[in-house]
């Protein structure tokens, strides 16, 4: 069973840029398919990115596509979430998810503790 633990958050001004990462302990990461979602107060969680197994696959939700960047790197067992151009609204708690299986299909099975990202205007 994987675990994941993430970092990289933080406050931040409008326009400014965080990178998360998501660590993971176990020797499947590289088995499994990797997401980023957030959750900002009083909202449900939603999917901001997901990436493929090899990371040749990745997706972005509306909101931030062209600002967000997934990528994965399995020697490290490690998923980044490169943040651009950061809004106020982009503020929530992000939570990493490890798929069940290489590709995205399924729930989340394994959930970081999420770091808190905080954009002022």
């Known amino acids: 069973q994987v675990q994941l633990v993430e970092s990289g958050g933080g406050l931040v001004q409008a326009g400014g840029s965080l990178r998360l990462s998501c660590v993971a302990s176990g020797r499947t990461f590289s088995s499994h398919a990797m997401g980023w979602f957030r959750q900002a107060s009083g909202k449900e969680r939603e999917i901001v990115a997901h990436?493929?197994?090899?990371?040749?696959?990745?997706y972005y939700s509306d909101s931030v596509k062209g600002r967000f960047t997934i990528s994965r790197d399995n020697a490290k067992n490690t998923v980044y979430l490169q943040m651009n151009s950061l809004k106020p609204e982009d503020t929530a708690v992000y939570y990493c998810g490890a798929f069940p299986g290489i590709v995205v299909a399924g729930e989340i099975d394994v959930w970081g503790q999420g770091t808190q990202v905080t954009v002022s205007s």
């Open positions: 990436i493929n197994w090899g990371g040749g696959r990745t």
